[in-house]
């Protein structure tokens, strides 16, 4: 898309993914807002992932590779906005919290189509949307990737299979170095340590499964925690409110 096409500042696609389904890495010219009204998103760049339920969206700026994963069956909304309106916003991917309001302008643009600056009424809607995005509270929902071969496996895996229990020494091995080696990397690459960062990995697959309606417990166990109460505990240290408040949109 050019971005003086039409005279044109935002543009929207609404697609249903089915669950696993991948869109391989890519860019856009335009800025992007993610948001899905069902499913999980996963979204990988060369340096980071996010995990993204559909209380929240995701903002990549233009010229970002980027690859999306689905898991479960995913409705994606997406708002294409042009420079320079998207000027105020991140110039890192980030994640968002959908308030109601935001929510349904996002739905109302999806209705409209598109906006065009020179047209009063629609240039009056984008500038609201920006407000609302860039007044948006941002959430820590990113983790970020090892270069390290062996530690990027690692982390890998633990993203990809957070209910698996096996020690980080077997995951270490399996991925072809020592545990020492990686509890040198993660520190170096990520800024995190190597149990931080799996935790980490638990704790945002758990926020995704209960953004999307899934029970407390099932999130537990699907997290790799063995107790409840223990999962209670790291999830509010992770993001100050519990699992029960969370699933009910309250954190």
């Given amino acids: 898309m050019s971005e003086a096409e039409d005279g044109l500042d935002v543009r929207s696609l609404a697609a249903t993914f089915r669950p696993g389904t991948i869109l391989a890495e890519h860019r856009h010219g335009w800025g992007q807002l993610v948001f899905a009204t069902r499913g999980i998103l996963h979204v990988r760049t060369e340096a980071a992932l996010w995990v993204v339920p559909p209380t929240r969206a995701i903002w990549i700026p233009a010229g970002v590779a980027h690859a999306l994963t689905m898991q479960g069956e995913v409705a994606m909304r997406t708002l294409y906005i042009a420079a320079p309106r998207s000027a105020p916003l991140p110039?890192?991917?980030?994640?968002?919290?959908?308030?109601?309001?935001?929510?349904?302008?996002?739905?109302?643009?999806?209705?409209?189509?598109?906006?065009?600056?020179?047209?009063a009424e629609e240039d009056r809607l984008a500038a609201v949307l920006i407000d609302l995005l860039r007044t948006a509270p941002h959430e820590d929902r990113m983790l970020p990737l090892p270069r390290d071969a062996r530690?990027?496996?690692?982390?890998?895996?633990?993203?990809?299979?957070?209910?698996?229990?096996?020690?980080?020494?077997?995951?270490?091995?399996?991925?072809?170095?020592?545990?020492?080696?990686?509890?040198?990397?993660?520190?170096?690459?990520?800024?995190?340590?190597?149990?931080?960062?799996?935790?980490?990995?638990?704790?945002?697959?758990?926020?995704?499964?209960?953004?999307?309606?899934?029970?407390?417990?099932?999130?537990?166990?699907?997290?790799?925690?063995?107790?409840?109460?223990?999962?209670?505990?790291?999830?509010?240290?992770?993001?100050?409110?519990?699992?029960?408040?969370?699933?009910?949109?309250?954190?």
């Fill in 91 to 119: 110039d890192a991917p980030t994640v968002l919290t959908v308030l109601p309001l935001l929510r349904e302008l996002i739905l109302h643009l999806l209705a409209l189509g598109m906006l065009h600056r020179d047209r």
């Fill in 151 to 251: 530690a990027r496996r690692v982390a890998l895996h633990c993203q990809q299979a957070p209910a698996d229990r096996r020690s980080l020494t077997a995951l270490a091995r399996e991925a072809g170095g020592s545990i020492r080696t990686l509890q040198r990397a993660f520190p170096r690459e990520t800024g995190l340590t190597l149990e931080a960062w799996r935790q980490k990995a638990r704790l945002l697959h758990a926020a995704g499964l209960l953004g999307d309606g899934a029970s407390v417990t099932s999130t537990a166990l699907d997290s790799g925690y063995d107790s409840v109460a223990a999962f209670s505990t790291a999830f509010r240290r992770q993001f100050g409110t519990s699992p029960a408040r969370y699933r009910r949109g309250e954190g």
